[in-house]
């Protein structure tokens, strides 16, 4: 199965893209390393979020 996120109530300055590949990168690392993202409730500070998600699958093994 492959990894998803999905978003709710995103408000951050960055735009849709700009999250969109902060988020293809989690979703990947996610995948190499067998996990499974299923939700991210974005506020203001997503990047940050997705961005920790991204390092926490780098520690497990992933490449984001």
Aim: hydrophobic share 45%; aromatic share 4%; net charge neutral.
């Amino acid at each position: 199965m492959r990894s998803s996120v999905n978003i709710t109530n995103y408000s951050g300055a960055a735009g849709p893209a700009v999250l969109g590949a902060h988020l293809g990168r989690v979703t990947r690392a996610a995948d190499r390393v067998g996990q499974h993202v299923v939700a991210v409730s974005a506020g203001p500070w997503a990047e940050d979020t997705v961005d920790a998600l991204g390092i926490a699958a780098t520690a497990l093994g992933g490449q984001p």
